[in-house]
């Protein structure tokens, strides 16, 4: 739950930090407009490299929390994996146990009923 709170304010922070940028009523330094595109830049998915230069893509908080879920919905998909498993282990096990017990209720019925029919059969 707290991955849904972090990614719900970072998508708030950017649009927050979007209206910033265009809101024309507050002065704004040459140095605050510098760090509001730092924060945007780092607010948003990554920041792509130049084709000449050597850098390597950053990843900032928008990628971190995407990796944060894959790396926390990895575990919980391979125990649902292993539950069903386990589950149709255990399906296949009632089946043939219930199987087990039909046919040995059908032959006990079937003989109650012949010795049934031998014992009328006896009496007259």
């Known amino acids: 739950s707290t991955l849904v709170y972090f990614a719900t304010s970072l998508n708030a922070n950017s649009g927050v930090l979007n209206r910033l940028t265009r809101y024309t009523r507050l002065e704004q330094y040459p140095d605050d ?3 509001l595109d730092d924060l945007i830049v780092e607010n948003r998915d990554y920041k792509k490299p130049k084709r000449d230069s050597f850098a390597i893509r950053q990843a900032s908080s928008l990628s971190q929390k995407e ?3 894959i790396i926390i ?3 919980l998909l391979a125990a ?3 539950y069903n498993a386990h589950l149709n282990h255990y399906e ?3 089946y043939y ?3 087990f017990i039909s046919i ?3 032959a006990y019925g079937i003989l109650h009923i012949y010795i049934l029919i031998i014992k009328k059969n006896q009496e007259l």
């Open 104 to 106: 040995v209720a059908l």
């Open 80 to 82: 649902a994996i292993m």
């Open 67 to 69: 990796i944060w879920t």
């Open 97 to 99: 146990f219930m199987l």
């Open 73 to 75: 919905a990895s575990p």
């Open 33 to 35: 407009q510098e760090l």
């Open 92 to 94: 296949g096990v009632m």
